[in-house]
């Protein structure tokens, strides 16, 4: 029979948390999942296409990472239900890819004794070889196939053709499936065959890396540590400012130029008015925030590889768990600052129920990249930039402060939550400290090349379609004449009688509509607004930043910022909240206390500062 | 002794991991990370705040465990060394 007619094997990887599953699935199929070096990276079960040199295809399955088949997360039972093959809609696969960290063998090899106990045709991959032969790790693979009783491979997940051993032997496999040749049977002491297979093939030097205790001894270090973590997290704001400036002044003035440009050449009218006042002017304003967004995603993937979150998670614990989270819930929210979506999913990650609810209700408070062009338009317009106490960016020190003021209100947030359960019980942190590896410079390349194009695709997509329609509430009945009477101006200041008492005039309530789908388009709005407001052509060809900072007060500038803080209004996050618990009555509990939060502090800061005279 | 009552950077042997209640999986998940009868630990580094967590290396791997999941964790008496 022809091999290519075969119905495809079905493949599926599996190991302990962070052995270099995806990053070998990214390999064999070519796909580019998340890679980062910590555990719990893969939530969810994901499907590639491996095409083996002898033309048979396979179809090859990423799965979360586990301890043991005894789930204690969801991540973890996601993989035992595809395994054991009682995931929802899926046949078990046909053979285990076991992947087995080299350096931590004494763990991993009591997970793929487990596995091999399934009774399923499998493959044991020894990663990180490369890892494993810096720190002089020696491990006598033919001696471990013989003792396993089933075929053994060495891989390198991260270098090009490191998996191609591997896919010899699946091809090889593939011929004639047949079970492990040897197993242990019901009850047997795990421990002790792990121990006599590692007494007989592997030789280590010492137990852990050098340079990871090196490294823990400062990193870890209960005063210098935290200074270590405070120090790097503000770096990342200051950068976040200082270095996207000349960046951002080139975008705004391609902009510029090109808005007068296409404004000169066509005649006046709708055309003219939908290119330059609605797409150049809508999503020129959003497009200028890429470097920040692309600064921020630099930093946050480099620290995701470093290896550094899990050591923040652990300093960090003992604050988050007295305010009803736990070290655990960390990364999740770190994750959050580039988008909650995946924040609330990389939850599932976290063992306690009651840990993970609190942290998927409190993540839409971490201020997500969506939300940093709103930051920026305003810092920008009403902060003026200054060198404050010789280094710091005042600006940067504005954002900064802005993000730490969604952290405080997400501890405050989950505190009340806490008091509120009244629990009592035991919260489990169990949580592993990987080895730190060097971020390689063309993965962050690759990664930021990703967020780019996300972002553009955002960009040429939602937020085009949304400026257009936008552009047509505002243009029309009228064409133009005036906004205010327009659609849009119209359903603006209807609105504007709820939020005046925070300081939010009728353009902003207008773009706090599109801003629902997403975030990024209150920006575009004000934009797109402000471009139509202003009939004399030059001053629509101008940023936006000027505009409103001659057209608000400073109090509704603060009260939007504050607004934003907390802004409830992203229907993917509420959608996401909704599949995660899969509860409406969460859902609606997490719109309702942000808006709520929102609200009332964007009128306590309006009020107050209307009371200090920057009304 | 038990693991959370071990001082920084002195070896200990794991005697047996005890279940608070029944079906404790906590208990459960410590015997699967490897803490057995038999096994070196050590406690690396301790947390900024009220010395919680603790680091603990157990065969090739660190873990962070709060002191509530560390006192689960019987040591051999004497085996100091
Ligand atoms: N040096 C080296 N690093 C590797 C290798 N394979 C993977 N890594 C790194 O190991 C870390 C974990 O890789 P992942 O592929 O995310 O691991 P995973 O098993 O999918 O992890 P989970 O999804 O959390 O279970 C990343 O930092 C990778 O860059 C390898 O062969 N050599
Ligand atoms: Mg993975």
Redesign the pocket.
């Known amino acids: 029979m022809n091999a290519e007619t075969l119905a495809p094997l079905r493949l599926a990887?599996v190991?302990?948390?962070?052995?270099?599953?995806?990053?070998?699935?990214?390999q064999l199929t070519g796909s580019r999942?998340?890679?980062?070096?910590?555990?719990?990276?893969?939530?969810e079960r994901k499907e590639g296409r491996l095409r083996g040199p002898s033309g048979r295809s396979y179809a090859v399955l990423?799965?979360?990472?586990?301890y043991s088949l005894n789930a204690a997360s969801l991540?973890e039972a996601v993989a035992r239900d595809v395994i054991r093959g009682c995931y929802p809609g899926e046949a078990a696969p046909d053979a285990l890819v076991c992947?087995m960290?080299?350096t931590n063998l004494r763990l991993h090899l009591r997970f793929a004794l487990e596995l091999r106990e399934l009774g399923k045709p499998m493959i044991v991959a020894v990663?990180?070889?490369?890892?494993a032969r810096?720190r002089g790790i020696g491990i006598d693979l033919v001696e471990l196939e013989r003792l396993l009783g089933v075929p053994v491979v060495e891989?390198?997940?991260?270098?090009r053709h490191?998996a191609r051993a591997l896919v010899e032997r699946i091809e090889r496999m593939a011929e004639a499936l047949h079970a492990p040749t040897q197993r242990l049977g019901k009850g047997a002491d795990l421990h002790a065959e792990t121990r006599r297979l590692l007494a007989a093939t592997v030789r280590m030097p010492a137990r852990t890396a050098r340079i990871d205790d090196a490294l823990d001894r400062w990193l870890l270090h209960p005063l210098f540590g935290l200074l270590a973590l405070a120090m790097v997290m503000f770096l990342i704001f200051q950068a976040v400012y200082a270095w996207a400036t000349p960046l951002m002044d080139l975008i705004d003035a391609g902009t510029a130029w090109l808005g007068e440009t296409v404004g000169a050449v066509l005649p006046e009218g709708p055309l003219s008015s939908l290119l330059v006042d609605g797409i150049i002017a809508g999503v020129g304003g959003v497009i200028v925030f890429l470097p920040q967004i692309l600064i921020l995603f630099a930093f946050i993937l480099a620290l995701?590889?470093s290896?550094y979150l899990p050591r923040a998670a652990f300093l960090l614990d003992r604050m988050m768990a007295s305010a009803g989270l736990s070290g655990r819930s960390f990364i999740p929210l770190l994750s959050s600052f580039a988008c909650a979506i995946p924040g609330i999913m990389a939850t599932r990650?976290i063992q306690d129920p009651r840990d993970r609810l609190a942290t998927i209700l409190v993540a839409p408070l971490m201020t997500c990249s969506a939300r940093l062009p709103v930051y920026a338009l305003l810092i920008g317009a009403f902060i003026p930039q200054k060198t404050v106490w010789g280094v710091f960016n005042r600006q940067g020190l504005v954002l900064f402060g802005l993000y730490a003021a969604g952290v405080a209100s997400a501890l405050l947030v989950s505190w009340v939550m806490k008091q509120w359960r009244r629990d009592k019980g035991e919260h489990a942190l169990l949580l592993e400290l990987?080895s730190y590896?060097v971020?390689?410079a063309r993965?962050l390349l690759i990664g930021l090349w990703e967020r780019a194009m996300i972002f553009l695709k955002r960009v040429g997509g939602i937020i085009l379609a949304l400026t257009v329609l936008l552009w047509v509430l505002l243009y029309f009945p009228n064409g133009g004449a005036d906004v205010t009477q327009s659609l849009a101006g119209r359903i603006g200041q209807a609105l504007s009688v709820v939020f005046a008492p925070v300081g939010f005039n009728w353009q902003i309530c207008i773009a706090l509509i599109p801003g629902l789908a997403a975030r990024e388009v209150a920006v575009s709005s004000l934009a797109t607004v402000y471009a139509l407001s202003t009939a004399d052509d030059t001053a629509a060809a101008q940023a936006l930043a000027p505009l409103i900072n001659d057209g608000w007060s400073l109090a509704t500038a603060l009260s939007l910022l504050v607004w934003y803080i907390y802004a409830p209004m992203c229907i993917s996050t509420l959608a996401t909240i909704k599949r995660e618990t899969n509860s409406w009555k969460q859902m609606a509990g997490a719109t309702g206390y942000l808006f709520a939060l929102a609200y009332a502090a964007a009128f306590a800061t309006y009020q107050v500062a209307v009371l200090l005279g920057a009304g | 002794m038990r693991l959370a009552e071990l001082p920084r950077r002195v070896p200990g042997i794991v005697a047996s991991v005890e279940d608070q209640g029944p079906n404790d999986s906590i208990a459960r998940r410590l015997r699967e990370l490897g803490f057995v009868a038999g096994e070196q630990v050590e406690v690396v580094a301790v947390g900024p705040m009220g010395s919680e967590p603790i680091l603990v290396q157990v065969g090739f791997t660190r873990f962070a465990l709060r002191r509530a999941e560390a006192a689960r964790v019987r040591l051999l008496d004497g085996a100091g060394a």
């Open positions: 990887l190991g302990n948390p962070n052995c270099g599953k995806t990053a070998l699935f990214n999942q998340k890679v980062a070096n910590y555990a719990g990276v893969t939530v990423d799965l979360p990472g586990a991540d992947v960290d080299a990663n990180m070889m490369d890892a810096r891989t390198v997940a991260v270098r490191g995701e590889e290896g990650s990987p590896r971020p390689h993965d």
